[in-house]
Structures are given as structure tokens and as C-alpha cells.
């Protein structure tokens, strides 16, 4: 019983992972219903930890269940914009503000480098092709660097989880005139706060970061973004 167990809960784990990856690169896309049927045709394992794995997206906002018919993406409202502003603030700028105050340890000495570099990509992206969908991505591992640092295995968990909406708020917003070079003067911002072990001033550079976009994305998150 215990094996039985076992195998079905890695069946739902393939069956999250598949569904996932194809959210995150683009497979899946917004007004198509997917069949849970086909979808488990496709993986090559039964319906039910299919149907699991689709509640469990549901739960973190990546789809909507659509009764007897399947599943199809979810399309971010004003409230999914705010909440995901606020909770970003509130888990990056702490971030940011430990790091500043633990500047002098070698966890911090590497986040640094390792953001510096991050940022001389997206200097690089912002100079050759201008992709918002090349500067998203290595505005989210900028991003992502700065979470992980801070050790907090709930943080992590609760940032991976809304990866996604982070990724296409920033595709949208990135798509403006401007926002790349603002974008980059506010990772500026936040690498010499950091830099300089000003606490408040790293937390109050993660909270303009977050807000500069804000109106942008409220204006329409469903817009596709220039490749």
C-alpha cells in the first residue's frame, strides 16, 4: 500500500512538472481549453493524478478549471497585480534589507558578484537585441539571486510559486519604451544600497523598484509583449 502510495504521488509530481513547463515556456497559451484526457495521453499515465496536478496549479493562480470540459490559463486580474506587488515588496526588500546589514559576509560578497553580473547582462541584452523576453528572464534570476541569498526557505518557496505572473508582468512592462533603462538604474539602485550597508536604503530602493511598474501592469496584463 505504502508503494502504491508512493508511485502515484511521483505520477502527480511528473504530471505538475509537465504541465508547469509547458505553462512556463510558452506551449500552453491563454483562451485554449486543455483536455485533462489528452494531456494524460500525452504524458502517457492515467487521468487522475493529471486531474490532481491541475487543482494543485489552480491553487497557486497558473490555471482555471473549466467543468467538464478541461482547463485553460489563468488571466491575471487587477487583485492578482496588487497582491503579487505587495507580496514581492514585502519578501525582496527584506531580503534586501538583511543583506545590507550582513554586507561584510561572504554570503553577501557573492550575491553581489553575482548580481553585478546579472546586471552587466541585462546592460548587454538592453544594448544588442532589446527582447523584453531576454531582459525578463535575467531580470528574474537578478531577482531570484536576491531571494535565495537570504536563506529563507519559505521565501524561496512562496517566490517560485508566482514565478510565472513575475515573468509575464515583467515581459509586459518591459515592453514600454524606457522601462529597460529604468529597470536597470533601479537594480543600480539596489546593488549600492546593498553595496554601501544601507539597510533602509536597500529596502526603500526594492519597495520604487516594485511600484515603478505598477500602473503599467494594471493597465493590461494580457497584452503580448515585442520579442
Not at 502504491?4 to 485554449?32: C, H, P, W
Not at 533603462?181 to 546593498?194: P, S, W
Amino acid at each position: 500500500m505504502a508503494g502504491r502510495s508512493i508511485d502515484y504521488k511521483v505520477l502527480q509530481e511528473q504530471a505538475y512538472d509537465y504541465i508547469r513547463e509547458r505553462i512556463m515556456d510558452g506551449t500552453f497559451q491563454y483562451n485554449i481549453i486543455y483536455s485533462e484526457s489528452k494531456t494524460a495521453v500525452d504524458i502517457g499515465i492515467s487521468r487522475t493524478p493529471v486531474r490532481d496536478a491541475i487543482h494543485r496549479l489552480f491553487q497557486e493562480g497558473l490555471v482555471d478549471i473549466i467543468p467538464n470540459k478541461g482547463f485553460t490559463l489563468h488571466k491575471m486580474t487587477g487583485q492578482d497585480v496588487m497582491e503579487i506587488y505587495e507580496m514581492r515588496s514585502a519578501i525582496e526588500g527584506f531580503c534586501a534589507f538583511k543583506a545590507a546589514a550582513d554586507k561584510d559576509s561572504e554570503r553577501v560578497r557573492k550575491l553581489l558578484a553575482d548580481m553585478e553580473a546579472s546586471y552587466l547582462r541585462m546592460q548587454q541584452i538592453s544594448k544588442a537585441s532589446g527582447s523584453p523576453l531576454e531582459f525578463a528572464k535575467e531580470d528574474e534570476h537578478f531577482h531570484t539571486l536576491l531571494v535565495e541569498s537570504s536563506e529563507n526557505e519559505r521565501f524561496t518557496e512562496s517566490f517560485h510559486a508566482i514565478i510565472y505572473q513575475v515573468r509575464k508582468l515583467a515581459e509586459y512592462a518591459l515592453g514600454k519604451e524606457g522601462r529597460m533603462e529604468e529597470t536597470l538604474k533601479e537594480h543600480r539602485d539596489i546593488l549600492d544600497a546593498i553595496s554601501a550597508a544601507h539597510s533602509k536604503g536597500a529596502y526603500a530602493a526594492i519597495l520604487n523598484h516594485m511600484s515603478s511598474p505598477l500602473r503599467q501592469n494594471l493597465e493590461s496584463v494580457y497584452q503580448a509583449p515585442r520579442s
